[in-house]
């Protein structure tokens, strides 16, 4: 009798787990600043070395009743200058890179995105977002990427 009511109950959670996976369609989690899942050495980087200037970056997901997804990327100390591309650095200005699964799919001028599930593969897709200067190269702190990740299941 206790072996019976035991395998219900764990019926009862895998079926009710399955069935949340379902339904919730978004997962995030967070990812160490310095992820080397993409290559970064594309552009070369810019250490921040005063810790009072350091930005960060954060992503935020949304689900949409268009089967899209809204991603807002929280920065501090730091402002997105899109009229200064490829002019010369300025600490704490530039604009953002943004990956899914290792490949860079655009660059982003302010903190809101809006993401397209056709992007993004079945089941489990990491997107990163990068502060990157005006040159294009990547922010860094300690000789890591400013950069924040989020797994978005599809």
């Known amino acids: 009798m206790k072996s019976q009511t035991i395998f219900l109950v764990s019926f009862v959670f895998l079926l009710v787990g399955f069935s949340l996976g379902r339904v919730i369609p978004l997962a995030t989690t967070s990812t160490p600043k ?22 960060t970056i954060s992503i935020t997901t949304m ?7 809204d991603l807002y990327i929280s ?10 591309i490829g002019s010369t650095h300025v600490y704490g200005t ?14 982003f001028y302010s903190n809101w ?3 397209d599930k056709e992007k993004l593969s079945l089941g489990a897709n990491t997107v990163c977002a990068s502060l990157n200067t005006n040159t294009h190269a990547h922010y860094t702190v300690n ?12």
């Open 143 to 154: 000789d890591e990427i400013i950069e924040s990740c989020v797994i978005i299941v599809n």
């Open 34 to 55: 310095n992820s080397t899942m993409h290559d970064h050495k594309d552009h070369g980087s810019v250490e921040i070395g005063n810790m009072k200037d350091i930005s």
């Open 113 to 115: 995105i809006q993401l």
């Open 75 to 84: 920065t501090s100390n730091f402002v997105f200058t899109p009229e200064k």
């Open 94 to 107: 530039g604009h953002g890179h943004l990956y899914i699964n290792d490949q860079k799919i655009t660059r």
């Open 63 to 69: 689900q949409r009743k268009d089967n899209s997804i």
